[in-house]
């Protein structure tokens, strides 16, 4: 524990000492993401680390997503070949749920970012402020339902698969699914709706 507090410690103090000094060392940084400098003008470390920081955080849930998908790819091969043991089964599950979670949360987060980007860097100039700021929310939860619906409509279908001829399970999923297709009409003749009012 030492040990681990006192790594901790010194690599702080490096980072904080390299930042400090950071302003006057420059580098060339070429193609990497977010570089901006040439080789007769180099980037600054600072002005470069910030660039590519920013870049990494807007990247970050296109990142999760894919690897959401990845893991809901492995956690149907884990259904796949489970060969009927139930322990490989619920490892399965356990993972496309958690998979689906973490496309929702990775979504929230670029619609958020999207949404203070639009009303802070990309609203136009006397725009009116409520009515910008409800269309982009209203664009905003439209799209957060739409992942919704698609994670219900795979918990759904993975509870058919898994209902392994049990009536009542299978008859879950498929209302499920019912819900999930009824819920998606209702949710895109609502915004469509409300996008023709809005523009009269």
């Given at each position: 524990?030492?040990?681990?507090?006192?790594?901790s410690?010194?690599?702080?103090?490096?980072?904080?000492?390299?930042?400090?000094?950071?302003?006057?060392?420059?580098?060339?940084?070429?193609n990497?993401?977010?570089?901006?400098?040439?080789?007769?003008?180099?980037?600054?470390?600072?002005?470069?680390?910030?660039?590519?920081?920013?870049?990494?955080?807007?990247?970050?849930?296109?990142?999760?997503?894919?690897?959401?998908?990845?893991?809901?790819?492995?956690?149907?091969?884990?259904?796949?070949?489970?060969?009927?043991?139930?322990?490989?089964?619920?490892?399965?599950?356990?993972?496309?749920?958690?998979?689906?979670?973490?496309?929702?949360?990775?979504?929230f987060?670029?619609?958020?970012?999207?949404?203070?980007?639009?009303?802070?860097?990309?609203?136009?100039?006397?725009?009116?402020?409520?009515?910008?700021?409800?269309?982009?929310?209203?664009?905003?939860?439209?799209?957060?339902?739409?992942?919704?619906?698609?994670?219900?409509a795979?918990?759904?279908?993975?509870?058919?698969?898994?209902?392994?001829?049990?009536?009542?399970?299978f008859?879950?999923?498929?209302?499920?699914?019912?819900?999930?297709?009824?819920?998606?009409?209702?949710?895109n003749?609502s915004?469509?709706?409300?996008?023709?009012?809005?523009?009269?």
């Open positions: 524990m030492k040990k681990t507090l006192s790594l410690a010194a690599l702080f103090s490096f980072l904080s000492a390299t930042l400090v000094f950071a302003d006057q060392v420059t580098i060339y940084c070429g990497l993401p977010g570089c901006t400098g040439t080789m007769a003008n180099p980037t600054p470390v600072t002005e470069y680390l910030t660039s590519a920081l920013n870049l990494l955080i807007m990247r970050l849930p296109d990142y999760v997503e894919g690897f959401g998908v990845l893991f809901i790819m492995i956690g149907g091969a884990y259904i796949l070949l489970s060969a009927g043991n139930s322990e490989y089964v619920t490892k399965g599950k356990n993972t496309i749920t958690w998979a689906v979670i973490a496309i929702f949360i990775a979504q987060a670029k619609q958020f970012v999207g949404f203070v980007q639009s009303e802070v860097l990309t609203r136009t100039s006397g725009a009116d402020l409520v009515d910008s700021i409800v269309q982009t929310l209203a664009g905003s939860i439209f799209n957060l339902l739409q992942v919704a619906l698609i994670g219900i795979i918990f759904s279908g993975m509870r058919m698969v898994l209902a392994f001829g049990q009536e009542a399970e008859k879950k999923g498929e209302d499920g699914l019912f819900y999930a297709a009824l819920g998606a009409i209702i949710i003749l915004y469509k709706i409300y996008l023709a009012v809005s523009t009269l």
